[in-house]
């Protein structure tokens, strides 16, 4: 029996999915995982780019019945892999979920590294692959936002308040503070006591606040270096991280990121590094003449100032059952 689950989120993921599937094929048939995809209504030819996948019972796929957002998406899918009701008949819990991004790629010997990981150290939640960037640089990790870093984001100190880190390639397993979200394995009875994912992040800040809590229950975070994820899309993240962000995409950013310092920090640290940010967008589209700049500063300026998330909305008929354990652990642990 699989004691891993692959769990990933689909929004309009046609062009990625499959690859990403007969990336996990050796590994599934050789029974060492189970693939969950849970599909937040794309609109594109997702679903049929999924079809054959299902029919020949590589996959189980859950249909969100709306865009529920990311974190609550992950949710939707641990529940399909550890609650009775939802899971094959016989087949147990797994010891292990992996939350993997459609446009990143996890081979077996990556798989089995990472819960090898895991279970040399009992006290960690976390084992995180090295990502592979397109030019095959790896993705720094240790990037946990502070109080500090989220005041003087996009300023010329920030490199002074943040810790990041270099994966050396090859290196074994060692700890962290921050990983990315495109690819991640967790113990799942770690995720499931403090709640799973915030459902209040619909895009951004959801993982960093899952490893806040996660850190806070006495558990911790490890990279994985000879485990490698190469990540052939990322588009969204490396738009935020070089100032690239404009339209809805902007406004989940900000306003995740104004619940994380608000929740983690409080009010006061939400409120400064939220005019922090603004002045610095400010300051770059006047100054610069760049247009993306300009760009980034209207979406900033059209989402206004100290927003936060919506409530969130109830779950879609269709998956109320299905999401009801996941959703209310996290009410008892937030």
Known sequence: MPRTTIVTVLYNSADTIGPLLESLRPAHAAGAIDIVLVDNQSRDATLETVADFEREGLVRLVHAGANIGFGRGCNLGAAHAAHASMRPAGQPAPDFIVFLNPDARLDADAIATLEQALDANPGAAIAAPAIERPDHTLQPVGMLPTRRSLILERTPLHSLVVRAQRPTPDADPSPTTWVSGAAFMVRREAFERVGGFDPRFFLYFEESDLFRRLARAGHTILICPRARCPHIGGHSTESVESGRISGSIAEHFIRSRNEYARKHFGSLVMAL??????????????????????????????????????????????????????????????
Do not use: I, K, M
Request: glycine share 2%.
């Open 273 to 334: 590094a939220d005019l922090a940010f603004a002045a610095t967008l400010w300051c770059r589209a006047t100054f610069t003449r760049n247009p993306q700049s300009r760009a980034t500063w209207q979406a900033r300026r059209t989402c206004g100032l100290f927003r936060l998330p919506e409530p969130v909305p109830p779950q879609p008929a269709s998956t109320t059952a299905a999401s009801a354990t996941s959703h209310s652990t996290h009410a008892t642990a937030a």
